[in-house]
């Protein structure tokens, strides 16, 4: 019986990892929110151009919603794309706000250099007051990030701002290379915002 019982644990670890990666490798198009097919931002009507779910590990953490001026399916199009655009944000778990400021600032920083983010320190820090002042985002709850040319980026939590727009376009860039840069956040999460899962 003790033999068993040791052959039996390493395949119960084993069955663990495979849901787990599993799970991970779903498919990130299979959103769970309801995103509308507009938004309007500034005055300018934004389409959806594609949504996803973020996993962490075996864990939903948001389904997310990107919104532009014109379908584009490269994040180098999405970059050098002009003109207002939105990131939309469902939480899928109980999101502690440190942590999710935290997240955010990583991300940028593996997509940016030191004198990027230096240079753009007064609206990074206002991303992670932002949401370190929210005790945590709890399922459901939606947040956002407007970026209207000329003004900036806004943030909003539950359909609120959070103050006056914040940083220029390459802010807003830094912003969203953490899903479209040289290291994204979740990569079948980025192919979905762009709408090439199905290629």
Do not use: C
């Not at 949401?131 to 399922?139: D, I, Q």
């Not at 376009?169 to 079948?188: C, H, N, Q, Y």
């Amino acid at each position: 019986m003790g033999f068993a019982h040791t052959l039996a644990w390493p395949r119960r670890v084993a069955a663990f990892f495979v849901i787990a990666f599993a799970a991970s490798g779903a498919p990130a198009s299979q959103t769970t929110s309801n995103f509308d097919a507009s938004v309007d931002v500034g005055g300018t009507t934004l389409q959806l151009n594609g949504k996803g779910t973020r996993y962490r590990f075996a864990f939903k953490v948001y389904d997310m919603a990107l919104y532009t001026t014109k379908k584009v399916t490269t994040s180098e199009d999405l970059l050098a794309l002009p003109g207002a655009k939105r990131l939309q944000f469902v939480a899928l778990r109980e999101l502690p706000g440190t942590d999710l400021g935290r997240l955010f600032l990583r991300g940028m920083a593996d997509n940016a250099t030191s004198e990027q983010m230096t240079r753009h320190t007064l609206a990074t820090t206002r991303l992670i007051e932002v949401f370190s002042g929210r005790p945590k985002m709890l399922p459901g709850e939606p947040f956002a990030m407007n970026f209207e040319p000329g003004k900036g980026t806004t943030f909003y939590i539950l359909g609120k701002p959070q103050g006056a727009p914040v940083g220029d376009e390459e802010f807003f860039k830094l912003v969203m290379k953490i899903w479209f840069g040289d290291s994204p956040a979740d990569r079948l999460l980025r192919d979905a915002l762009l709408d090439r899962t199905r290629e």
